[in-house]
């Protein structure tokens, strides 16, 4: 199946986010701290946003925000959670939107059940030390690995 060109991809997003403005009063996402046993956290490469984020996504109509950070994290990851992750914080993510909410997910024991291989979606996963994350890490991902790794007050927005 042919790769679907960039520009195209990120048409289509913003288009979903614009009907997604006015169809939904309130958006719900989740974003999941990945942390192995060397305390190394785990960062996807988006096709449509700069730079190294958590990973994460929307909250399905039907879905608990555990099944949703579990799903994500299988779908852009290949990581199996082996129980339930910790629930962090929940932040108000108003740069793009006034009604958007992030809930933050710290999860410690998991496996990896396959390589994640660059789709259309999630250009690279990788582990990353905290002192070493790529320079490209946006800022809000930053600011969540620091609140957790160095126990910092979380603050309501993203």
């Known amino acids: 199946m042919p790769r679907m060109p960039r520009p195209l991809i990120n048409m289509m997003l913003v288009c979903q986010h614009l009907v997604l403005r006015f169809v939904r009063p309130m958006t719900l996402g989740v974003r999941a701290m990945v942390l192995d046993r060397q305390n190394r956290v785990l960062l996807v490469r988006h096709s449509y946003l700069p730079g190294w984020h958590l990973p994460g996504g929307g909250v399905d109509a ?13 779908e852009e990851t290949s990581v199996e959670l082996n129980g339930p992750a910790q629930l962090f914080g929940i932040y108000f993510n108003n740069r793009y939107s006034k009604r958007d ?29 905290i002192d070493a994350l790529p320079p490209d890490t946006a800022r809000a991902t930053r600011d969540r690995i620091l609140e957790v790794v160095e126990e910092l007050p979380s603050p309501p927005t993203w």
């Open 62 to 74: 039907g879905e608990t925000l555990q099944q949703a950070v579990a799903r994500e994290l299988r």
């Open 101 to 129: 909410h992030i809930a933050v997910f710290v999860a410690r024991d998991f496996r990896i059940a396959g390589t994640r291989k660059p789709d259309w979606e999630i250009r690279d996963v990788q582990f990353f030390t």
